[in-house]
């Protein structure tokens, strides 16, 4: 495997037409869920820019595969120095494969500068599809589907992350984070409160791997289970907002709002809470309008 020691347009270049650039995906867990044209990929590369080459290696030689491109390293600490070079490369007709530690380039890790200034100097861009922590965690975690959004890492800081969840408060779709996992605890605690003890939710532990492990409940129960620590990678799945809808202020209305809240899971103090919130009036006129109506028909 060589090493690139610096930009060096292969000869001839000025009469090639221009590379292309692979975002290759690679395994979150074990080699053997690797998609096969990684492989070939990775064994056809004129130049390879792997976020950790020493992965690279241990990854090629999983797969069988002798890789003769030169290699380079490109992480977030190098992305702005490396990406000019690399589109030179690409502009001069080499084929570069981007390859990072676990899943596909660019969501949540080295690409987007890259994959932005290829775009920008008219070079094809494709990808190898493959594993990806975001869908798998979203399908295994058990919460709507239909419509989701990625936030990836929350701000490390206490006051920017809180910021950043009541922003995401009212956001109605499944939402999906990544965290490292001595910030899950405290993670899940700030989520508890800017979204409630009760809102549903996934933590999905070293997905693929054997030990992996998915823990379901509302973030209060979660964030407990989390606060002395967890290990490995962590995705956290969040279940999105109920749309609030506007309840009429009448007993009947408040009494039926309150059986739609029950059946949908919700226990009868928490939902009291929330159709008094929908109503605009105070907990006690839809408890007694629930209890009142109980009473009345022998409850």
């Given at each position: 495997?060589?090493?690139?020691?610096?930009?060096?347009?292969?000869?001839?270049?000025?009469?090639?037409?221009?590379?292309?650039?692979?975002?290759?995906?690679?395994p979150i867990g074990q080699s053997s869920d690797a998609p096969p044209r990684l492989a070939s990929e990775l064994a056809r590369a004129d130049l390879i820019a792997a976020e950790d080459?020493?992965?690279?290696?241990?990854?090629?030689?999983?797969?069988?595969?002798?890789?003769?491109?030169?290699?380079?390293s490109y992480f977030d600490g190098n992305e702005t120095v490396r990406t000019p070079g690399l589109v030179e490369r690409l502009v001069a007709g080499d084929r570069v494969v981007l390859v990072t530690d676990a899943g596909m380039p660019s969501v949540s890790d080295p690409g987007y500068r890259l994959v932005a200034a290829a775009v920008e100097a008219g070079v094809t861009v494709t990808a190898v599809p493959g594993p990806s922590?975001?869908?798998?965690?979203?399908?295994?975690?058990?919460?709507?589907?239909?419509?989701?959004?990625?936030?990836?890492?929350?701000?490390?800081k206490a006051g920017e992350r809180a910021r950043r969840l009541l922003a995401l408060a009212s956001e109605e779709r499944t939402m999906v984070f990544f965290e490292a996992p001595h910030r899950t605890g405290a993670t899940l605690t700030a989520m508890a409160d800017a979204f409630g003890v009760d809102r549903a939710a996934a933590v999905c532990r070293e997905l693929t791997k054997t030990h992996e492990e998915v823990r379901r409940g509302g973030l209060g129960d979660l964030a407990v289970w989390a606060a002395d620590g967890v290990r490995g990678e962590v995705t956290i799945v969040v279940s999105g907002a109920v749309r609030s809808i506007a309840v009429a202020a009448d007993p009947d209305s408040l009494r039926a709002a309150v059986e739609a809240e029950e059946e949908s899971g919700t226990d009868r103090k928490e939902a009291i809470r929330t159709v008094a919130a929908r109503a605009g009036v105070p907990k006690r006129t839809v408890y007694d309008a629930v209890h009142n109506i109980e009473h009345r028909s022998g409850a």
């Open positions: 495997m060589r090493h690139d020691r610096g930009v060096t347009p292969k000869p001839g270049a000025e009469a090639e037409s221009a590379g292309v650039l692979v975002l290759a995906a690679t080459t020493r992965r690279l290696a241990r990854l090629a030689a999983d797969l069988g595969v002798d890789v003769k491109g030169r290699v380079t922590a975001v869908l798998t965690a979203l399908a295994v975690s058990g919460l709507p589907v239909d419509r989701f959004c990625f936030e990836g890492f929350l701000p490390r």
